[in-house]
C-alpha cells in the first residue's frame, strides 16, 4: 500500500462502547495515524485493523454498521460529537478533535455503534409506505404524476430510514409513542402518487390511532438534522392538515 | 377513534386555544381597564363579566373543565417529552422545552391565583367589587408581584408559543414562510398581552386600589 500517512500526525477517538444489549456502557479512547481525506469510517476500519487502546493495551474491534458509503443506505447513522449523523459522510478534517462517537440510543443498541432500527421499518409497514398494484390481472397504466408535483415529491423519496430525526427528536422516547417524522414523510409521499393517492384514507387512519402523528411537539429538530434535507416540518404540517379535514369528514359522515 | 391519544392530544389542542386562549385575551383586556381608567374602569370591566348570562354554565363548560383537562394533560404530555436542548441549541427546540416548563408553572400559578380570587369569593371572604382592593394586596407585596409577573409572563408565553404550534397541529400554517410568518406574530401577542398584564399589575399596587375598595364598598351598600 502506497505510504500515505502524514508523519506524527494522529487521529484521536472517544468511542462509547457497549458489549451487549443489556449491558452497561463504557467508553475507550483510540489514536490513529492520519491519513488524507479520512472518514469517520475509514477511522473505525484502522481501528479494526489494530484494535489498540491510546495506552497500548488491546481491546476487542469496535463494531459499527456500514454499508453504502454515500450516505444513501442509512446504516451508518451514529451520534457523532454530539450530532446525529451518517459516519461515512463524517469527513475527519472537518470534524473537531478527539472525535466522539456514540450510538443513536434512540434505538436499542446491539453492540457498541451498532443499533436496531427495526421500529422504523415496522413505522413504514404500519403506515402502509408503499403503493399497492398487485391484481389478478393486468390493472393497466396508472394515472400520470405532474411534473411539478414529482418534483418535491422526489425530495421527499431521499429519505433512506437512517434513524436520524428520530434521535434529534425529543417526543421519540420510553415515554412517547410517537411514530417519529421519517414515517409520516412517506405517508405524504405515497399520498401524494397518483396510485397511491387511491389508498390515502388508510395511510392516515393510521396515523389517526394511538402513536400516530399526534405526538409531534413541534421542536423542528428533524428538519434541521436530516442529512437528506427532506422538509419534515412540512409534510407533518401537511399531513396534519389532511388528517383534520379527514378527522372531520368522518365526523360529519360526508 | 375515542379514547385514543390522537383524539386527546387534539382536544388538548383546541381547549388551549378555545376557550382558554380566548379566556386569557379577554382577562387580559380585563385587568387593563385598571391601568386604563383606574378603579372605577376595571370594576365596570368585572361588572361586565359578571353580567353575562348563565355565568356558572359558562365557568364549568367556558373555564374550569377545559382548565382541568388541558392542564392535567398537559402535565402527562411534558411529562412524555425529553429535553435535548444541550445537543440541539436551535430557538425552535428551546421554545419546546419552554412550552412544557411554562406549562407546569401556568398550571402551579393558575390554581395560586383562583385560590386568592375566585375561590375567596365562592367562600364569601370577599365580593365581586372587592377584587380590586384583593389585587391592591397581592400587587403591593413585593414577593407576590414578583411571583404574579413570572407567572403571568409564563402563562402568556404557554399561549402565545402554543397558538403558533396551534397552527401547525391542526394544518393551517404549513410551509416555512408561513410557519415565520405566524412565530412573528405570536411573537406580538406575546408582547401586547405581556404588556396588559404588567402595566395592570402595576395598577393594581397604586394606592387608588387600596382607596377603591372602601369606596366600592359604600357603593354596593348604597345600590
Known amino acids: ?254 | 377513534m375515542k379514547g385514543n391519544s390522537y383524539f386527546s392530544r387534539k382536544l388538548h389542542s383546541l381547549l388551549g386555544i378555545i376557550p382558554l386562549g380566548g379566556f386569557i385575551v379577554v382577562h387580559g383586556l380585563t385587568n387593563y381597564q385598571a391601568f386604563e381608567r383606574g378603579p372605577e374602569g376595571f370594576e365596570q370591566g368585572v361588572h361586565l363579566i359578571n353580567s353575562l348570562p348563565l355565568i356558572p354554565l359558562l365557568e364549568i363548560f367556558g373555564i374550569y373543565l377545559p382548565l382541568l383537562f388541558h392542564g392535567i394533560y398537559g402535565l402527562y404530555v411534558a411529562y412524555q417529552s425529553n429535553s435535548n436542548t444541550g445537543r440541539f441549541q436551535y430557538g425552535r427546540n428551546w421554545a419546546f422545552t419552554a412550552q412544557r416548563v411554562t406549562g407546569v408553572m401556568t398550571f402551579v400559578f393558575v390554581f395560586w391565583h383562583v385560590y386568592q380570587t375566585r375561590m375567596q369569593i365562592y367562600l364569601g371572604n370577599i365580593t365581586h367589587e372587592e377584587l380590586g382592593s384583593t389585587m391592591n394586596h397581592i400587587a403591593s407585596n413585593p414577593v407576590y408581584f414578583v411571583l404574579y409577573v413570572i407567572g403571568v409572563l409564563a402563562a402568556v408565553f404557554h399561549f402565545s408559543n402554543g397558538l403558533w404550534a396551534f397552527l401547525i397541529s391542526w394544518g393551517i400554517t404549513i410551509g416555512p414562510k408561513a410557519q415565520r410568518i405566524s412565530s412573528y406574530i405570536c411573537m406580538g401577542v406575546f408582547v401586547i398581552l405581556s404588556a396588559l398584564f404588567i402595566l395592570s399589575l402595576i395598577a393594581f399596587s397604586g394606592d387608588e386600589f387600596k382607596e377603591a375598595a372602601s369606596a366600592a364598598l359604600a357603593f354596593t351598600n348604597i345600590g
Not at chain 1, 495515524?33 to 469496535?62: C, F, H
Not at chain 1, 454515500?70 to 451508518?76: D, I, S, T
Not at chain 1, 395511510?203 to 428538519?223: H, P, T, Y
Request: glycine fraction near 6%; hydrophobic fraction near 35%.
Open chain 1, 1 to 254: 500500500m502506497a505510504q500515505t500517512t502524514v508523519a506524527n500526525k494522529t487521529v484521536k477517538f472517544i468511542i462509547t462502547r457497549q458489549d451487549t444489549p443489556d449491558s452497561k456502557p463504557y467508553t475507550e479512547e483510540f489514536e490513529i495515524p492520519y491519513r488524507a481525506n479520512m472518514n469517520v469510517i475509514s477511522g473505525l476500519m484502522e481501528i479494526q485493523r489494530n484494535p489498540k487502546k491510546v495506552d497500548g493495551a488491546s481491546t476487542a474491534p469496535v463494531c459499527w454498521d456500514s454499508n453504502c458509503l454515500e450516505e444513501v443506505c442509512g446504516a451508518c447513522s451514529m451520534v457523532i460529537n454530539g450530532k446525529p449523523r451518517q459516519a461515512c459522510s463524517a469527513l475527519v478534517d472537518k470534524l473537531e478533535q478527539p472525535i466522539r462517537l456514540e450510538p443513536m440510543r434512540t434505538f436499542p443498541v446491539v453492540r457498541d455503534l451498532v443499533i436496531n432500527r427495526e421500529r422504523m421499518f415496522g413505522a413504514l409497514k404500519r403506515v402502509k409506505a408503499w403503493i399497492p398494484i398487485d391484481g389478478t390481472y393486468d390493472l393497466g397504466p396508472g394515472p400520470r404524476m405532474a411534473e411539478t408535483k414529482r418534483q418535491w415529491a422526489y425530495e421527499l423519496s431521499k429519505c433512506m430510514t437512517c434513524g436520524v430525526c428520530l434521535e434529534s427528536c425529543p417526543n421519540v422516547n420510553d415515554r412517547n409513542s410517537f411514530i417519529g417524522p421519517a414515517a409520516i414523510s412517506q405517508v405524504r409521499l405515497f399520498n401524494a402518487h397518483p396510485t397511491g393517492e387511491m389508498n390515502q384514507e388508510e395511510r392516515l387512519d393510521a396515523l389517526m390511532s394511538d402513536g400516530g402523528i399526534e405526538g409531534c411537539g413541534n421542536s423542528q429538530n428533524c428538519v434541521r438534522s436530516c442529512p437528506k434535507g427532506i422538509p419534515l416540518t412540512t409534510s407533518i404540517a401537511a399531513i396534519n392538515k389532511d388528517t383534520t379535514k379527514h378527522l372531520f369528514k368522518k365526523w360529519l359522515g360526508v
